[in-house]
């Protein structure tokens, strides 16, 4: 019984790790003027689901060699995505259906300093550099190979960049480089070849 939990468990998270920046990168293709619809928002805050599962089968590969990391790093990245995220996300939502123009919700959350800052513009730029930290990580302690590193890297470099400039052809390339290893990863979970966090 334990074997078929341990096994459904490893399944689900290499599913999420597929789901999460596949529906993340979607949400991107129906931006409207750089900004998240109605369309995007949806698709966004629906990839969070998925994303503490997904930043779960990433950061397991590090939980025996770095436990302190894993544990306070995977709390920081959650936060960063999905309080983020989610934000973000239903920020372009509401924004969208209340008819509400990029420059007046700005003005607007500027007079909630702190609690704008808790929910989305402290937690957005976690996202990236804990993915940057996790793609250095996992390339100096050779959990993953170096090229999967060192593209988690770069797409966390290059991700805050697309979306300050909110040029979608970089958002798309950024999108992509931080699928590409959460897919491979999750992929091996899905198929076995990998169990996480049992990695020694």
């Not at 109605?38 to 997904?54: G, Q």
């Not at 993915?131 to 190979?145: D, F």
Request: contains cysteine.
């Amino acid at each position: 019984m334990e074997g078929a939990t341990n096994k459904l468990q490893h399944k689900l998270l290499g599913l999420s790790s597929i789901m999460a920046p596949v529906l993340f990168g979607l949400s991107t293709f129906f931006w409207r003027n750089g900004e998240y619809g109605v369309i995007a928002a949806t698709i966004l805050a629906s990839s969070m689901v998925f994303w503490i599962p997904a930043l779960s089968t990433l950061f397991g590969l590090l939980k025996n060699k770095m436990p302190y990391y894993y544990s306070i790093g995977l709390f920081i990245a959650i936060y960063g995505c999905c309080m983020g995220g989610i934000g973000f996300g239903l920020l372009g939502y509401f924004s969208t259906i209340f008819n509400i123009s990029h420059q007046t919700y700005l003005k607007t959350l500027s007079q909630y300093p702190i609690s704008s800052g808790i929910l989305l513009f402290w937690a957005g730029p976690l996202f990236p550099l804990s993915l940057l930290v996790l793609g250095i990580n996992l390339t100096i302690k050779k959990a993953v190979e170096n090229w999967l590193g060192i593209i988690l890297c770069l797409g966390a470099i290059l991700f805050p960049l697309s979306r300050i400039l909110r040029i979608e052809i970089i958002a798309h390339v950024a999108d992509l480089l931080l699928a590409i290893p959460f897919i491979v990863v999750g992929w091996r979970s899905l198929t076995g070849a990998i169990k996480i966090n049992d990695t020694k």
